[in-house]
DNA sequence: GTCTATATTGCGATAGAC
DNA sequence: GTCTATCGCAATATAGAC
């Protein structure tokens, strides 16, 4: 059965918008990449913009639901930062044109960014301070360990590696290939780093 | 004194282009952002690319060169990595646009990434593994840590949290006011991370 | 729902006067 | 070195046939 062109002008103008950016992309490539005819895109989406919303909103849904499921986790503060890591760095490598739109949407803030970005991740990532606040009252982390700080460290960690690795792989060519790797020094690195001692 | 026109077209097109991408960011606003015949762009520059490259590289030769003397500096592991941090932190404060454009560099590569980037970073980020190595062989850090894995993850640390600031300050307003405290923690987690018990 | 054809706007670049 | 005027082109969007 055929996708239909919606899904298809979907699909493929994620790696496009991805890789140029909004302005970057041409509705004539775009539609081109999707073997559609250009017109289509204002007939489904209303204009290139609203085909950019649709790509962002797609891939976006993955991330904020997977991260809806870390927050409920019952585990203890390491065991949720763990699951924390392994799911930031599973979705990267699942999906990994969402880290890019997203650095465009920081670059070039779109409507889309206030309008949903926003208030999606104010829903979702508080649990993340609330971790390790917990860890510090039960005495697992160190007191000196500023919560919202040191969750925002945590996250760079964990998806900066994604965004550098292009440069990265070409300044070390053959050093950077195991993402396991990496995602176990951090977890190494960042536990040992706000543990009580 | 006046400053002169490329001057003044490489200053007014440093945030537009930080901030709409090369794409984004049209001839027309560049010159008139910097008072200036759009016709000069061409004239100075040779075109809309050469103005991006030239802003680009005044930028990067900032940065560097405050890198090629952390890599010169001669203290132990733990106060080397310390100046890194602190040496990096204060090129972003100094110079906000510098990330985003190197952001830019790294969603939609020009030219100017693998002819002038990839080469100056190789040249120069080399020592920060370096660094990482001696501490295990000084017998400061952990036998488990990775020197390039471990590099990666504090220079993640050290560059994202001024590329979501401005999503941070939306989800957090009063909180994340204070660079330094950041910084501090960064230090704290990691070297804490690293190092031997 | 999809196509062709086209309207309209804005782009980057340059010729030529000063 | 700077200006005006304009060329040629590619952009998005849409009207209207099927």
Same mark, same amino acid.
């Given at each position: 059965?055929?996708?239909?062109? /919606?899904?298809?002008? %979907? ?28 017109? !289509?895109?204002?007939?489904? $989406?209303?204009?290139?913009?609203? !085909? ?7 891939? !976006? ?35 990994? $044109?969402?880290? /890019? ?6 670059? *070039? ?11 999606? $991740? ?36 964990? *998806? ?8 990265? #792989?070409? %300044?070390?060519?053959?050093?950077? *290939? /195991?993402? #396991? #790797? ?6 190494? %690195? ?8």
């Amino acid at each position: 059965m055929d996708k239909d062109t /919606r899904e298809k002008l %979907i699909e493929a103008a994620t790696p496009l918008f991805a890789w140029k950016g909004f302005a970057g992309a041409s509705i004539r490539e775009l539609a081109k990449a999707a073997d559609v005819n250009s017109a !289509l895109i204002s007939y489904h $989406f209303g204009g290139k913009e609203g !085909l950019y919303a649709a790509v962002l909103h797609t891939h !976006l849904t993955h991330l904020l639901s997977a991260l809806e499921q870390v927050s409920r986790s019952t585990a203890d503060p390491e065991e949720r930062i763990r699951l924390f890591i392994k799911t930031v760095s599973d979705i990267h490598k699942e999906k990994p $044109f969402l880290l /890019r739109l997203l650095q465009g949407e920081l670059i *070039n803030p779109s409507v889309y960014f206030e309008k949903v970005l926003v208030t999606s $991740f104010k829903k979702l990532i508080t649990f993340l301070p609330a971790t390790v606040a917990e860890g510090k009252d039960l005495g697992k982390f160190a007191p000196d360990i500023h919560p919202l700080y040191a969750s925002v460290a945590l996250v760079s960690m964990v *998806n900066f590696y994604f965004i550098i690795r292009p440069l990265a #792989e070409q %300044i070390f060519p053959q050093d950077l *290939n /195991r993402d #396991e #790797e990496y995602i176990k020094q951090v977890a190494r %690195i960042y536990l040992k780093g706000v543990k009580e001692e």
